[in-house]
Each structure stands twice: as structure tokens, then as C-alpha cells.
């Protein structure tokens, strides 16, 4: 996706905030894992 894809995303399900509310646990694990946490909470958010 293009960067204004992913953050037009990110502002519609508000990816951003859950990041920065959910820093100290989120930083901790690795890239991989993050992309699909992020995947995961957006899928969720859809329904």
C-alpha cells in the first residue's frame, strides 16, 4: 500500500491511537508480529 493508503487506514479504524495507548506492550515485539497485531485489530474493527 502507499503511505496515504496505510494512514488514511490508520486514521479511519484509529491505528494510531491504539499504537501510542498500547506503546510499553507493543514495543517489546518484533516487526513481524506487530504488522499482524495491527491486521488483527483493524479486521476486528471492520465487523
Known sequence: MAGGDV??????YHVTEYLFE???M???Q???WLMEEIENY??????
Open 42 to 47: 483493524i479486521g476486528e474493527h471492520k465487523k
Open 7 to 12: 494512514m488514511s487506514l490508520f486514521d479511519e
Open 22 to 24: 498500547n506503546y510499553d
Open 30 to 32: 518484533g516487526a513481524s
Open 26 to 28: 507493543l514495543h517489546t
